[in-house]
């Protein structure tokens, strides 16, 4: 009976071979771990920006409530890693912070101005992480437009 087995120098060339291909799967490692964080980023920032844009909806254009547009400025919230609300800045991951800008249509000769009583653009700035140096968070600036839906 015959007995056949590789030779030592084929063993070694195989573990080469082998090896080089696992260094090159674990080289990819840190890009795609990357490319899951930014998408996740993504993903709260866009469900950051659809609540916020939700909660413009009931914002008061006249003086006589608590929850009109001229407080927004004054107003930050805060969201954790998913883009859920927070009651305070405790385990918050994201930041939003507001400024009212006059909205107005770029054209030709002159922008066209809204009047303020009834739309206002919002800058919507969104920053990330909370706990980090203002210098090292990313920051996201958005603007969303909220026009006055009711009389009150």
């Known amino acids: 009976m015959s ?8 063993v070694v060339i195989a573990m080469g071979v082998t090896s080089f291909a696992v260094l090159a ?8 771990i990357k490319s899951v964080q930014d998408s996740s980023n993504e993903t709260a920032r866009a469900n950051i920006l659809q609540e916020i844009r939700a909660e413009l909806q ?35 991951y994201y930041v939003a912070s507001f400024a ?10 002159t922008d066209v101005q809204f009047q303020t009583t009834v739309a206002r653009s919002i800058q ?3 920053a990330y992480p909370f706990t980090a140096p ?4 990313t920051t996201s600036t ?9 009389n009150y």
């Open 3 to 10: 007995r056949q087995a590789f030779s030592l120098v084929e």
């Open 25 to 32: 799967l674990i080289g990819t490692l840190p890009t795609g």
């Open 58 to 92: 009931e914002v008061s254009f006249g003086t006589n409530s608590s929850n009109n547009i001229t407080s927004l400025p004054s107003q930050t919230n805060y969201y954790n890693n998913d883009g859920d609300i927070l009651p305070n800045s405790t385990g918050a």
């Open 100 to 109: 009212l800008v006059n909205a107005s249509i770029p054209s030709s000769t």
């Open 124 to 126: 919507v700035t969104l």
């Open 134 to 137: 203002a210098a090292s968070q």
């Open 142 to 150: 958005n603007y969303l437009l909220a026009a006055k839906q009711k």
